[in-house]
């Protein structure tokens, strides 16, 4: 079964997180997919198992003779962004694609002018969905992509060592480490397969946090409110106004990191906002942090000391450190991209992946390609041949792990 097959099946079962609900998962429908997935391997005769929080975990042991190599894992994440709906998605498959604007069944136009990415693709053949919904790209091809290289190991004669896979629930809601038991999957080393263009290896990205800003004002009849009333409206625009505008999203790329305001909400006697820093500089992550201590500082001197409460978690951190020690999981990638027929690229993530927190938790773990492109909106969209290199990928970095054991890593 190819990549792409698979991929047009798991894409109409709705597994969107949400971060309302407070439950693991997020959304039972996630364990629509899992189950189907268990399905398949235990099909294929491969040890898998689903827990209770959906988390699926499979392993095949290694071939005859290769038992002293690593265990090599590879992960990628069941559940698709609350950005946009992933309810009812209709997979639409445009064939020779030749460069052009593309018209969607409802009536939206992807212009080839606004993603200059398109021309590469001439001749292609592009799945998107059909603009009412997000395509579920992000990441049910790594899914389809690990399965279809699952089959292609269990029914080939590629030598490799001890593996481990496993598919997680609600990673776009930033929790798909929370319930990730390392120990229980077993490897010494993994890759989440959860990127972009199929050629592109990460093993950078933001430090990360996230900033709530609670603002007490004090609301009094407008007739009689002179030298007595603190508008919490008035406070949060004060406060925001702190923030330098070249330093938020819309205006950084690369390596430059921003503060974003996601959220704001309010009246005159109370107001919150949410922000989310990111940097890939561990030093400048922690100046920003300190720079919004000290706007609220400042807003306190101006309005009164309790006026503005601001609370600083730390999200997650830039898997770059982790990885560095292990650079020889980055140079099998490259060959295993360079032996699919591309130039391998390295790329630094602007976010972050479930890679970075479980490097943090003891399991270096960069991240591969998808093929996939505009995660998250309706304009989402992959390449049947971009899965294809996918799946030749990760058997290639199976079999060059295959070629040293423990003790050359």
């Known amino acids: 079964m190819k990549p792409y097959e698979r991929f047009l099946e798991y894409v109409k079962i709705n597994t969107q997180s949400d971060e309302s609900t407070g439950h693991h998962p997020s959304f039972d429908g996630e364990f629509d997919l899992a189950k189907k997935l268990l399905a398949e391997l235990k099909n294929m005769g491969v040890d898998a198992a689903l827990d209770d929080k959906c988390y699926l975990m499979a392993h095949i042991p290694p071939t005859e003779g290769y038992e002293d190599r690593i265990t090599l894992g590879f992960i990628a994440h069941m559940d698709t962004a609350p950005a946009y709906s992933g309810c009812n998605v209709n997979p639409v498959i445009h064939r020779n694609y030749d460069g052009g604007d593309i018209i969607y069944p409802d009536g939206k136009i992807m212009k080839s002018s606004d993603f200059p990415h398109l021309k590469r693709l001439v001749g292609e053949t592009l799945i998107t969905s059909d603009g009412t919904t997000l395509l579920g790209a992000d990441d049910k091809s790594g899914v389809s992509e690990i399965m279809t290289a699952i089959e292609r190991l269990i029914n080939g004669n590629i030598p490799h060592g001890p593996l481990a896979f496993c598919f997680t629930p609600d990673e776009e809601i930033g929790e798909g480490a929370d319930n990730f038991d390392v120990g229980k999957f077993g490897a010494d080393f993994a890759y989440t397969v959860d990127g972009g263009d199929v050629c ?210």
């Open 200 to 409: 592109e290896i990460e093993y950078e990205n933001f430090n990360a946090a996230d900033v709530k800003v609670r603002i007490t004002g004090l609301s009094t009849h407008p007739g009689t409110a002179k030298n007595v009333m603190i508008n919490a409206i008035n406070v949060a625009y004060d406060f925001h106004s702190l923030i330098p505008e070249n330093d938020r999203p819309e205006h950084t790329e690369g390596y430059e990191g921003f503060y974003h305001l996601t959220d704001i909400s309010g009246d005159c006697s109370s107001a919150d906002l949410r922000y989310i820093v990111r940097d890939h500089d561990r030093g400048k992550f922690e100046d920003r942090k300190e720079y919004l201590r000290t706007c609220a500082k400042k807003i306190n001197e101006k309005y009164g000391k309790e006026t503005v409460h601001i609370t600083i978690s730390d999200s997650y951190y830039n898997m770059l450190e982790k990885i560095t020690p292990h650079m020889h999981l980055i140079e099998s990638a490259k060959k295993a991209v360079t032996s699919a027929g591309m130039t391998p690229v390295t790329v630094p993530v602007r976010g972050g992946t479930d890679g970075a927190r479980l490097s943090y938790m003891g399991l270096p773990c960069p991240n591969l390609g998808t093929g996939g492109f505009n995660f998250h909106g309706p304009f989402e969209h992959i390449t049947v041949e971009r899965m294809d290199r996918a799946t030749q990928v990760i058997l290639g970095i199976i079999e060059e792990y295959s070629h040293f054991d423990k003790d050359q890593v």
